[in-house]
């Protein structure tokens, strides 16, 4: 394996998930097409694109009462 340049920058960088707003951490040697989930809230993701990070939803079935409870959501 070949070294590091000032491209690469850090081994691994992030993206943001969508629902929980949480950082996805994106490895050096995961691939264009490659399926990542999130650690907190489990929504799983396809890798689109490297530079610049780009995840693709790979199932939209969200609900936010079932993430966020009642509680949060009442913004009365």
Known sequence: MGRLNSRHGDRDRF?????CLELIPIEYYFNKGDSIVC????TEYTLLSKSPIKLGIVERSFDPMEYYGEDELNFE
């Open 15 to 19: 993206g943001r998930c969508e629902i």
């Open 39 to 42: 650690y907190e809230c489990s």
